[in-house]
């Protein structure tokens, strides 16, 4: 299909100093989880995103000492092994023709070196910011001359590896922006008071990478112009904006965002796509040189609107470009319907603060592709003909389903309710989460096409049915269903009579159900459910009080980047909060919340009680099947699976992997390797 003209300004190549981009299309630096403990995979990863179309792939950060050393999920220049390992990224991303970016790191305040344990340096000596009890060195002049003597070490080693972009970082409120920044920077040298002191290490940063580099590669400044902290930060209309205009000429692109990284990647519940672009839209009037910003560009439309009134040159990514590696070539060869596009929840961010590979909602293949040879645009095609019949169009079960249609599987896909996505068609219509329907629209709209797929909503499937069927095949994406009575992480035991009318579930919130005030949410999961459980029942008018064993509201959500923005929402919008109190018993009017460190008991009066807390699989049909083996034999049916929330309840990200290993494993002979490991040789 020939690519729509309204795109082709997307496809024009850019000059970037002495290298040029193919296209406009931008992977910025972002993080993996993988770092320098497995450079194979994250080469593989990168090489795939350069195969997909991106003009520019672009390493995460990269430490350029030991005494900035952000653990294993962090990449590292530090020595000639680790420009071998850079090199490997380098040599995948030039296969494709794309231009290979490195962002050369040092976060002073912002680690306490877990690893190798140097004292980390900053402009100034205080605790770094991670709950860490480690301080910083405040920075002398010779520090200064050694921290500049590391960065021009990490350049050359850059040059070493073969990259065509190198980047000065001052973003996200690491060392170059700590001196930057005011609130971080009270130094009464050269190096403070004035922006102009202030910008001076930034400066002289740039000018030593620009004489390294001496036209063998671009110089990239990645600044954020904005750090949401009124008068106290810089601000796109102040010093943010002075920033620049001092600087303007000085690198071959500017790379401009916001910061910290939780404003910087904010995820859908709080902000659209484009939503920096109040505070980056002046860089272009104040500099010559090429303009790369980020929006979590998803739309081809909104891409091209950002170059033609001039807010970018070119369209930077990270989580869109892990959500489609290729979402460049499919808008090149004009199939931008099929685009997998990005949800904003941040479970890529999730993984990367959990030092594992990372993984995406939308994508099943992130961070597989050395690992398990999984591509995210080619797959197997079938080895047997054997139909498969998949129970539950939930997004386990569409995964399942696209996968196997484009193995050419005969695929039956049975739903019980006229509505397909399961748990994200329902999850959705609660405050905030609109976008993640993307789950379930993408995947419906690649399968409805497909004559492989035969999909039969309205079908409630019994085990009496799926024998009469006899598919040799059986899939169970059955779901979950949220348990009543009270037990998950601090209740191992019930403390609630799921018979009582007053006890409610997200399920029955999501369902509609009228829920009596004042009402309890009791949040034993962690994540988001208890927080927009508890704003969909103030939005509905009621009194709401959120109680939680943890000490904040939607504590998992540190790890997406969100905590901090939820708990403020939830308390603006009239909510109770109780932390660090579980819920220990309720009668159908008095709830009695226990502390969970004392023990000490008290009592409150509710009309209802939602509980937010562990989640029984569906896994009836399953037994029922499995249980009774000659009966399968006899249907000719030769292996019954669950998937997903009905084998065992997790994220939604979990549950479309599932989906989607079980179709690629389907016809895997049994000794296969499931994946493979990075070792280093003795």
Not at 394 to 400: D, F, K, S, T, W
Not at 592 to 619: M, Q, W
């Amino acid at each position: 299909m020939a690519r729509d003209p309204r795109y082709d300004i997307l496809f024009e190549p850019i000059k970037i100093g002495p290298v040029t981009a193919k296209n406009r299309f931008f992977q910025v630096p972002h993080c993996t989880g993988m770092g320098h403990a497995m450079p194979r995979a994250l080469a593989a990863m990168r090489g795939v995103k350069a195969e997909g179309g991106w003009g520019v792939v672009c390493s995460e950060y990269c430490s350029i000492h030991p005494s900035s050393d952000d653990g294993t999920p962090s990449t590292s220049l530090w020595d000639e092994s680790d420009v071998r390992d850079q090199a490997i990224m380098v040599e995948a991303v030039h296969a494709h023709g794309a231009l290979a970016g490195c962002e050369l790191w040092y976060g002073g305040l912002k680690t306490g070196n877990p690893i190798t344990r140097d004292i980390p340096l900053g402009p100034v000596s205080r605790p770094v910011i991670p709950p860490d009890p480690v301080q910083t060195r405040a920075m002398d002049k010779a520090d200064i001359a050694a921290f500049r003597g590391w960065h021009l070490a990490a350049v050359e080693r850059a040059l070493q590896a073969g990259y065509d972009l190198v980047y000065v970082y001052a973003g996200h409120g690491y060392l170059p922006m700590q001196f930057l920044s005011r609130r971080f920077n009270d130094r009464s040298d050269e190096y403070g008071g004035s922006l102009e002191n202030r910008a001076r290490l930034l400066r002289e940063l740039i000018e030593d990478t620009r004489e390294a580099v001496d036209g063998k590669a671009g110089v990239v400044v990645r600044l954020a112009v904005e750090e949401l902290e009124g008068e106290s930060g810089l601000t796109a209309d102040g010093e943010g904006r002075a920033l620049v205009e001092m600087l303007a000429e000085l690198p071959d692109l500017w790379d401009v965002n916001i910061s910290t990284f939780d404003n910087d990647a904010r995820t859908s519940r709080f902000v659209k796509e484009a939503a920096q672009e109040p505070y980056v839209s002046f860089v272009k009037q104040v500099t010559t040189k090429p303009v790369v910003g980020v929006g979590r560009f998803t739309s081809p439309d909104t891409m091209v609107s950002q170059i033609k009134r001039g807010i970018l040159d070119m369209i930077g990514a990270a989580r869109p470009s892990i959500a489609d590696p290729f979402l460049p070539k499919k808008i090149e060869e004009g199939r931008p319907d099929d685009i997998r596009e990005c949800i904003g929840c941040n479970i890529c961010v999730i993984n990367h603060a959990l030092s594992s590979p990372i993984r995406c909602t939308q994508n099943p293949t992130m961070g597989e592709e050395w690992r398990k040879g999984w591509h995210p645009e080619v797959i197997a095609p079938k080895a047997n003909d054997d139909p498969v019949l998949i129970v539950g169009a939930g997004p386990a079960g569409l995964e399942c389903a696209r996968a196997l249609g484009r193995r050419g599987c005969e695929v039956h896909l049975a739903e019980s309710t006229t509505e397909l996505g399961g748990r994200v068609s329902r999850e959705t219509k609660l405050p905030s989460l609109a976008e993640w329907v993307r789950v379930r629209d993408y995947r419906v709209n690649q399968i409805l096409p497909m004559p492989e797929v035969n999909v039969y909503r309205d079908s409630h499937l019994g085990a009496a049915e799926v024998l009469e069927f006899g598919f040799p095949r059986v899939v169970l994406a059955t779901g979950a269903t949220w348990r009543r009575d009270g037990v998950g992480r601090a209740n191992r035991f019930p403390v609630l009579d799921p018979a009582l009318a007053q006890v409610f579930t997200p399920d029955d919130v999501m369902a509609g159900a009228e829920v009596p005030g004042p009402v309890l949410v009791f949040d034993d999961d962690h994540y988001y459910m208890g927080a927009v459980v508890a704003e969909k029942l103030r939005d509905d008018g009621l009194d709401v009080t959120l109680v939680t064993p943890a000490g904040v509201v939607s504590a998992w959500t540190g790890f997406s980047l969100e905590q901090h923005l939820i708990q403020t929402q939830v308390l603006e919008k009239g909510v109770e909060v109780v932390t660090g109190h579980s819920l220990s018993a309720y009668d159908g009017t008095t709830a009695e919340l226990a502390c969970v460190f004392t023990g000490k008991t008290i009592e409150r009066s509710y009309g209802a009680v939602v509980t937010v807390t562990g989640r029984h699989p569906n896994d009836a049909l399953y037994h029922l099947l499995a249980d009774d083996p000659a009966a399968l034999q006899d249907a000719g049916i030769k292996s019954v699976t669950r998937i997903g929330d009905c084998n065992a309840p997790g994220v939604i990200a979990a549950a479309v992997y599932a989906g989607h290993r079980y179709a690629r494993e389907l016809d895997a002979p049994e000794d296969a390797p499931l994946r493979r490991f990075e070792r280093a040789a003795v």
